[in-house]
């Protein structure tokens, strides 16, 4: 196939589709893509990615909780950006639900896993998908431990060959798996059979590879900064990480409408959220984030902790490297260290 005029795609669509599994019991009430990352959705670091790539319109690809996310995230003009929903009836697998948006995609078009936080200048990869006339290009990523990621097999030219999903060994060395960020052409979709679950990485994918389409793998030369948020302990990484500036336009900040007593300690960097209160002698940091009215009890020690919206924490409590569910009311004295408070 020959090449494609350079064009930056200006829709996307992101997938919001799963049950969050593995987030579990934080995801029952809150969709994954909703969960704060210093008090801010998760899904919005890909939103504001998109914007900066120059998309003007996002198709959210929801079913299990879509209600929710449409509630929070608005439609028509928010972020920056047009959002508009495209609902699944019965859960229809990642490429099931982008042919679901088949319809509304007028061109190129930008495809999201949707529990990432990740940085990189999109214009290169563009730039080759459109030379070489690519249907498909993934997004690569470098990573240690290959195992809960897709594997990507590709020849000297960038010609993605094969595709190894959750393997412990990697037979090439290069340990390069599928970022979960995807360039398409609408074409791409045309395989996909309509309205039954059709999976990307075990259908789709290695089905345009095995009928001789141009998909690419393409490794930025330097990508600041990628997670893929779907497990509790990246969720803590994605807080701390970011706390610690990981992405240069996120800020540690305390709200204006945050109030701290007298002999409450704050110990940087943390994210203090509105109506925030914390009582006499608490201290909280390093990497600590206090979601809208969390109200922290007098003495109380927390670090390396995210506490959910409208949770109070009882007096003396310490808490470390821990997730507190939304409005959850943890006892005085209470000691945890690592995992979930959530009494359901
Ligand atoms: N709309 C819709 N419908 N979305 C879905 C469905 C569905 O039926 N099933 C899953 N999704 C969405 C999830 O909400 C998530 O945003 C995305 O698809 C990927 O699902 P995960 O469950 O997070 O996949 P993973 O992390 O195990 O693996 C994927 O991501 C890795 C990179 O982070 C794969 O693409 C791997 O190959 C990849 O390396
Ligand atoms: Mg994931």
New binding site residues.
């Given amino acids: 196939m020959g090449g494609r005029p350079v064009a930056m795609p200006e829709q996307a669509v992101i997938l919001v589709g799963g049950l969050g599994t593995r987030l579990r019991p934080l995801t029952y009430r809150t969709p994954k893509a909703l969960l704060p990352v210093v008090n801010r959705p998760l899904i919005s670091y890909e939103l504001e990615w998109l914007r900066r790539a120059g998309v003007r319109q996002v198709l959210l690809a929801v079913g299990y909780q879509a209600d929710i996310l449409r509630g929070a995230l608005g439609q028509g003009s928010a972020w920056g950006l047009d959002l508009a929903y495209v609902e699944e009836e019965e859960p229809l697998d990642t490429a099931g639900a982008l042919k679901n948006c088949a319809a509304r995609l007028h061109g190129r078009f930008w495809a999201l896993?949707g529990?990432l936080i990740f940085d990189f200048d999109p214009a290169p990869m563009v730039r080759q998908h459109c030379q070489k006339g690519a249907v498909l290009s993934l997004t690569l990523r470098r990573v240690e431990d290959i195992s809960p990621f897709g594997l990507i097999l590709r020849d000297e030219c960038g010609q993605v060959t094969g595709f190894l999903e959750k393997v412990s060994e990697d037979p090439t060395g290069q340990r390069t798996v599928n970022a979960?960020v995807y360039l398409m052409e609408p074409e791409a979709l045309e395989s996909v059979p309509p309205g039954r679950p059709w999976s990307n990485e075990r259908n789709l994918f290695p089905g345009l590879v095995a009928s001789g389409a141009t998909v690419l793998g393409f490794l930025p030369e330097t990508m600041p900064y990628w997670l893929?948020v779907?497990r509790l302990d990246t969720y803590l990484q994605a807080n701390r990480d970011l706390l610690s500036g990981a992405l240069p336009w996120v800020r540690a900040e305390t709200a204006a409408g945050a109030s701290l007593e007298p002999g409450a300690r704050i110990i940087p960097p943390c994210s203090l959220a509105e109506g925030v209160i914390v009582r006499a002698g608490a201290q909280v940091g390093p990497f600590v984030s206090l979601g809208a009215g969390v109200e922290v009890g007098e003495r109380a020690r927390l670090r390396e902790t995210v506490v959910l919206a409208g949770a109070k924490i009882g007096r003396q409590a310490q808490l470390s490297e821990v997730v507190i569910a939304p409005e959850e009311a943890v006892p005085p004295d209470y000691q945890q260290q690592g995992g979930v408070v959530f009494s359901g």
């Fill in positions: 896993n529990d979960g893929d779907g």
